[in-house]
């Protein structure tokens, strides 16, 4: 039996041709030129999306910041550590450090890079210069926190926490006999001293004003007075 050999003709080729190696290097490059523009985009929008949510949780903390101090935090350190009377935080947990910076994290945008902080009477504004890094531009990424709402909240709590202690002294000192009857006067000054002498409010509270640092109003303005209430409102 004859072994067959395998004829090798000079014609034949194998492998790729140059002008093959061109057309997949081509399309190659084609796919690239795609896959990076897109693969940025989508980076670019994880990172605008963390940078959101990071704002969205600086904001809430900066809520109840000012809900306990009635004031607003002029940076991110303010959150964290206080001495401020009715400090109750730190009012951000769970920080991790900013990998690239080590800064501590909500200080830095998901760039690295400090979010800016700036507070205009009631109205604290954060945000981040986004992917460009340049503020002013369409990349910015903006939240506002307005308090005022929350002054309103508290000056209400304030308003019905003395409603109460009104009406209690009312019950007891506002009597049918003018021998005995003690009428409180139309002077807000003058109804703290005289709840704080009751026992029916306790002396250095801050019902003394509302939460814009103004006194309540007498209601009535005449004697005896049977409310408060707040210029603000």
Known sequence: MKTQRAKFHPGSKSGFSLLELVIVMAVVAMMIGV????????????????????????????????YDTGVLPVDHDDLLASTLPGWAGPYLTGVIDD??????????????RDY?????????????????????TATDIELITDVTSIRRDITKERIHRLQIAINQYNAYY???????????????ATIMTKLIAA???????????DAW?????????????????????
């Open 35 to 66: 896959t990076v523009p897109v693969g940025g985009t989508v980076l670019r929008q994880k990172a605008r999306a963390a940078a959101t949510g990071e704002l969205t949780i600086l904001g809430e903390a900066v809520k109840s910041y000012f």
């Open 99 to 112: 990998r690239r910076t080590g800064m501590s994290g909500y200080k830095v945008d998901p760039w690295s």
């Open 116 to 136: 800016k902080w700036k507070v205009a009477g009631d109205v604290l504004t954060l945000s981040s210069a986004g992917s460009d890094g340049t503020f002013g």
């Open 174 to 188: 506002l009597t049918a006999d003018p021998m005995t009857t003690q009428p409180l006067p139309a002077n807000f």
């Open 199 to 209: 026992g029916l409010i306790p002396t250095g509270s801050d019902l003394a004003t």
């Open 213 to 233: 640092g103004d006194a309540f109003v007498p209601t009535p303005a005449l004697s005896p007075v049977l409310a408060v209430t707040s210029s603000n409102l």
